[in-house]
């Protein structure tokens, strides 16, 4: 069983510090915030998986360090934005795997939707000092693909309610979340 942590943000700028001996999952939903999110894996055999998920209105930016200070830990991070206007929206990712921690796994996704001709930059970083270790990541910046948008529309879905489809499915990107906890996300989603 998960330890499952929820941060809702509406206009903030903070810093977190986690130090994690626990299976854990942190569910991080962001409204034009900026965050700097330092994570330690503390713990032999541990596993985190962090959901990073924010609606950028203004110039923010989102940094997340996670560091593998023992063997066997396991780091998922999903970071997803979408920028709305013509702003900055900066993601910093590092994982960092020291040479005393084997058979380590980090792993990042990171997406940001532009929807207008916002300027967006993502700086995933995999900084590893030992040769046994799986790790990938991945960056793509870019609208909702044509194929999609076409195929939601050649169903009889208007525009607008496809739009809707495909900011719920890559905001909120996991069915396990407890929506009555992110509600004022939610209701932001139904904003843009």
Do not use: W
């Amino acid at each position: 069983m998960s330890k499952v942590i929820y941060i809702v943000e509406d206009n903030e700028n903070k810093n977190y510090k986690y130090n994690i001996k626990e299976d854990t999952i942190i569910y991080h939903f962001s409204i034009n915030s900026s965050s700097e999110v330092i994570i330690d894996l503390d713990k032999e055999g541990v596993r985190l998986d962090y959901y990073y998920n924010n609606i950028n209105y203004d110039d923010n930016k989102f940094s997340i360090k996670v560091n593998h200070l023992k063997k066997n830990t396991h780091s998922e991070l999903y970071n997803h934005g979408v920028n709305v206007f013509c702003n900055k929206l900066m993601y910093y990712v590092d994982g960092v795997v020291l040479k005393n921690s084997s058979k380590c796994i980090c792993n990042q996704d990171n997406q940001i939707i532009n929807m207008d001709n916002g300027k967006s930059a993502i700086c995933p970083n995999l900084l590893i000092d030992n040769y046994d270790v799986d790790s990938n990541h991945a960056a793509y910046i870019g609208k909702f693909k044509d194929e999609a948008m076409f195929y939601l529309m050649s169903r009889g879905i208007s525009r607008e309610v496809a739009y809707r489809l495909l900011l719920n499915g890559f905001l909120i990107n996991s069915d396990s979340i407890e929506k009555d906890k992110i509600k004022l996300f939610l209701d932001e989603i139904e904003k843009i």
